[in-house]
């Protein structure tokens, strides 16, 4: 499944957080300004993440009730505000783990371009912009990995006992389930991050993103 939108402006949003972080000075340091500029990086490196895996795991439940693209909007809106904030705590206390999730993300964004420019040719009307859209769906799962790989698990198994046990479930309900376990497991990945980094680093970053949603 290829989650459609606007690949060059999320591109250019990508680029831009691998570029700084490339760019961060030695944590050694101890400057504040140091902690701050990591914070505003992982900040923006958890929206991206926490956005499209928002969206991903909402894209199929959503398309089941009346509210279609505004509920797929306010799941990426949710999920960005999440790994905004867990990111930014990240960064702004660790830059080895800051480090750890953007190195993750360009590797999986570097898999997930690699696997749509294979099924360019072989698949009818896949253009280079779904290659660019399966590259940061990779690079979005690739930034909290652990957690995504360990909630696809969960999700699928689920899914697929549902599946087989329960009448009136469908494949793509399974799917759906699967990829619904991929979103919360790579965000929950996100939120324990920060934590352990609150706990060992100490509060070097506080940010409050009040929002509500409603349908």
Not at 13 to 23: D, K, N, Q, R, S
Not at 121 to 137: C, K, N, T
Request: proline share 4%; net charge negative.
């Amino acid at each position: 499944m290829i989650v459609k939108g606007d690949p060059g402006v999320i591109g250019r949003w990508f680029l831009l957080v691998a570029v700084a972080v490339g760019a961060l000075p030695d944590a050694a340091t101890g400057q504040e300004n140091s902690s701050a500029w990591r914070g505003v990086v992982g900040g923006a490196l958890g929206a991206y993440s926490g956005a499209l895996l928002g969206t991903i795991g909402s894209v199929t439940p959503c398309t089941e009730t009346y509210a279609g693209p505004t509920c797929v909007r306010w799941s990426a809106i949710a999920g960005g505000a999440i790994g905004l904030g867990s990111g930014a705590i990240i960064g702004a206390n660790s830059s080895e783990d800051l480090e750890k999730h953007a190195i993750g993300a360009g590797v999986g964004f570097v898999i997930g371009a690699g696997a749509g420019a294979v099924l360019k040719p072989i698949v009818q009307r896949f253009s280079w912009q779904d290659v660019a859209a399966m590259g940061l769906v990779g690079g979005a799962v690739g930034a909290a990995p652990v957690g995504s790989a360990i909630g696809f698990a969960a999700g699928g198994l689920t899914g697929f006992v549902l599946w087989k046990a329960v009448d009136g479930v469908e494949l793509p309900n399974a799917v759906a389930i699967a990829l619904g376990g991929l979103a919360i497991g790579g965000l929950t990945e996100w939120v324990v991050g920060a934590a352990d980094s609150w706990s060992t680093g100490g509060p070097s970053v506080q940010l409050v993103v009040p929002f509500s949603v409603s349908f």
